[in-house]
């Protein structure tokens, strides 16, 4: 919100009064929109609600904002009846273009996290500061840098970056690759937005993990493709049901998540691996890997990525510094053939003039030096015991009452509710009680089904975010 | 490209043949791809060119290369025949999506500064390394940061940046606004991204500067937009025009750079700035101001944005970091009504997730610094001096054969050259002697029109790149 003048000889409620105007004046606030509740405004300004209710009233009595119960207040539309032809139909503009807004769920909980910041997160699709190496970070960002341009930046990445993913990706990913054939983007993210976008067209169809990642992203609707569901079990998808997409529906291509899958933890097997590329080989059907969380295998031995198996040349590789170092980075990567990281480049160029140069210099460092090892492994044992933490807790708490996949990696646990259960009642109920989760219909599942991200709720916080979820299917059940 | 191991008993051919003979079973090399020439090669991988004519050599005569006179060396067809149906046709996919590539100019500029980094480049939109603060914002990135939490930021923006651009706008730009109203961008560039993808639709009718920078962004096109012209004189464009266009073509936005218009350098007139507002307001009509010269007024004195005088409630304001200190660091940022900036935001949370919050505490960090005004300053008199530098030679190197437009802030010089030249030839001419310059047809205007941007031409080199560019003139005359 703005700033007000404690020093001023004008009135606390006369400023907002004056503000509030002026916004609405100014088309911010336009003829008929609801302005926030006395309360709300109150606590965002750090005043009384008395301070507010004196500016409302002043603005009512000027005929500028007029109230009516159970409504709220609102902008005066007979007031302001006279400027709508001067102020754009913003309201118009704002529902064009092709972009949905993120699912409700989603929203709901990153306003119910913004409310409340003592809220015990286990949504957010990311790690803990204690889990991230913020001091190794820190260390890094503080040291003497060389002093160097910061011009327009070649928009397939920073060129040192690029270098270092090449023995990056050739030690951990057993990739062999050339800095001219990867991408850096912001963050997996991007790169998804990228082949979406730029490789596929409206009307295309593609399967996905059912559940998946992708289905809580409406970038895929956005960009008017038909989504195909690909089930996943304990092993991952299996392979052999792309034949069926195939023939019924031609898909143009597949999106997977093989390691640590999102949300289910699953790990493709060795054995669907090689028949999932022999299957995209002979279809010649491009596969898209998107591989964020291989490198926290709880046992220090990540799965080979399926592009180090990719004779075929199927594979358009994603991977990113979010899930094993810090999402606030926004770094990212994809590994392609030159014609098509050319392609997606050239666009990007249209969109943002490529990344910053500034964290992929950082992240660059960071791969280099000699904190990357130690952080992995603290990572991986740090995140198995948050994994073991919840999982005691769930058997604690509702023995009987829920199942879950036991993951090897990743952030995620994956559960099932016996009884049956409605999402969204679970979610307020759970909100009301301090925790947010994310319920598995935003992953496309039926309801009933919950995403805990250990990963992201605070060691300390586990045994109780978890009673307080236990409590919340309590309250609803009965 | 890679890396050869020059240590290794593998005689470097076998292992240039080799990595080819990989890629091109990975698809990064489709069948029937066009291999860069032997001297490309050599000069990329820095080896003799007899070292890659005999690993091309070793290739066909396993019959993975053919090569026929003047069509260069590809990938066989024949011997790759068993495999286009297990490799995906890449080249289909990279033709899929709405993504236009940059203009024909713009990629064969890139190409030569990429080639030759000694070209004296008038080129580049962007400040030469000797007018970025980059000792400052190296001081800034060395300092001691607060270890602080660098997991995935509220999609508007980090706030302590939003925080101090209410500060900044309104000291600068004389703009009231509150951090709700802001929105954090990746440049200019992606404000005008979203705003073309979000808050417009294909087929929509949009009035644009002419000549524009917006000509030479195939973004426009991209959204499907149908653009219009607004001719630009010394003041600007001519505000009556809009009802034209907006009758004949019910446009639905217009895109304006009223200060230092890139190109022309023209700055809008007080009166038509007034005319201006009034016709908008008149029309229910948006205005994009897109403003990232403005902070360079070369008599310190900014005109007042747009924006300022909005009492409407019409101009979406766009700023940006690039022009006043770094490209490279990719920070912009819009002043909207909270639902356009709400909606923007929804949308961009798809597309990467935000921007990195790194280069956005850099920003807010210089911009509170007492490094800042004194830069502006220095950039101010540095470019003024440049322009004067790149008048005096135009006057000593060309008399009467080229006008140009005097411009009192931004980057660009704006000139006709008053004989008929052809502006292709006449940029190969200017690349054979080693300096680029922007032809005028990239941004919508007739040959014979060129920008000079002085402000990316390093202050020594000024005199030798436009006597270069004269003697290109002349030779192509002859
Ligand atoms: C499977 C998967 N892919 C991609 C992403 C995007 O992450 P980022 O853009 O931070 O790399 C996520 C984040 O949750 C994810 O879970
Ligand atoms: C008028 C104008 N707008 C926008 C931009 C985009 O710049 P950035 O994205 O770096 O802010 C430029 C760059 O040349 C420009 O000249």
């Known amino acids: 919100m703005w700033e007000l003048d404690r020093t001023s000889a004008k009135p606390l409620y006369k400023q907002i009064a004056d503000e509030l105007e002026q916004k609405i004046a100014y088309g911010e606030f336009p003829a ?26 002043e603005l009512r009595s000027l005929g500028i904002l007029e109230s009516r119960p159970g409504s709220g207040t609102r902008v005066s539309v007979t007031k302001w009846g006279v400027t709508p032809k001067h102020t754009p139909n913003w309201h118009r503009y704002a529902e064009g273009g092709s972009f949905l807004p993120s699912p409700p769920f989603l929203r709901r909980i990153r306003e119910a996290l913004e409310l409340d910041p003592s809220m015990i997160d286990f949504a957010g699709g990311e790690l803990a500061a204690e889990l991230s190496p913020l001091e190794e970070l820190h260390a890094i960002m503080s040291e003497k840098w060389p002093v160097m341009y910061l011009g327009y930046d070649n928009p397939q990445g920073y060129e040192p970056l690029r270098d270092t993913l090449v023995s990056f990706l050739r030690e951990y990913r057993g990739i062999h690759t050339a800095a001219s054939s990867i991408l850096i983007t912001s963050g997996s993210q991007q790169s998804l937005y990228l082949i979406t976008q730029c ?9 996905i993990e059912d559940p998946s990642y992708c289905y809580s992203l409406p970038m895929f609707q956005s960009a008017g493709l038909r989504l195909f569901r690909l089930p996943v079990d304990e092993q991952g998808i ?24 999102n949300p289910t933890g699953a790990l493709l097997s060795p ?42 040349g199927s594979v358009l590789y994603i991977g990113s510094f979010s899930k094993m170092a810090a999402s606030g980075l926004r770094v990212g990567w994809m590994v392609a053939p030159h014609s098509i990281v050319k392609r997606l480049s050239d666009a990007r160029q249209q969109m943002d003039f490529g990344l910053s140069v500034v964290p992929q210099q950082v992240a660059a460092q960071f791969l280099n030096s000699r904190y990357f090892l130690p952080h992995i492994d603290r990572l991986r044992s740090r995140l198995r015991h948050k994994r073991n933490l919840t999982i005691a807790a769930l058997e604690r708490e509702l023995p009987g009452m829920i199942r879950w996949r036991h993951p090897e990696g990743g952030l995620h646990l994956w559960c099932t509710i016996a009884p ?21 219909s935003v992953y496309g599942s039926a309801s009933g089904h919950v995403r805990f991200t250990y990963g992201r709720a605070n060691t300390e916080d586990i045994p109780e975010g978890i009673s307080r979820f236990a409590a919340a299917l309590r309250s ?3």
Do not use: W
């Open 420 to 440: 049956e259960v409605n999402d969204g009642k679970l979610l307020e109920a759970c909100i009301q009680r301090g925790m947010v989760f994310v319920p598995g």
């Open 476 to 478: 609803i059940l009965n």
């Open 238 to 261: 299996h392979p052999d049901d792309i034949y069926e997409l195939y023939h019924k529906h031609r898909i143009k291509m597949i999106f997977l998540n093989p390691n640590f899958q």
């Open 271 to 312: 054995e669907r691996r090689e028949r999932l590329l022999h299957i995209a080989g002979e279809l010649g059907l491009p596969i898209v890997e998107d591989d964020p969380f291989s490198m926290t295998a709880y046992d220090g031995k990540p799965a080979p990525s399926l592009k180090s198996a990719d004779r075929a």
């Open 32 to 57: 008929g929109s609801v302005l926030p509740s006395e309360r709300k405004l109150a606590d965002q300004l750090g005043v009384n609600r008395s301070t507010v209710v004196l500016a409302y009233s």
């Open 199 to 207: 490789l596929l067209s409206p009307g295309d169809a593609v399967a």
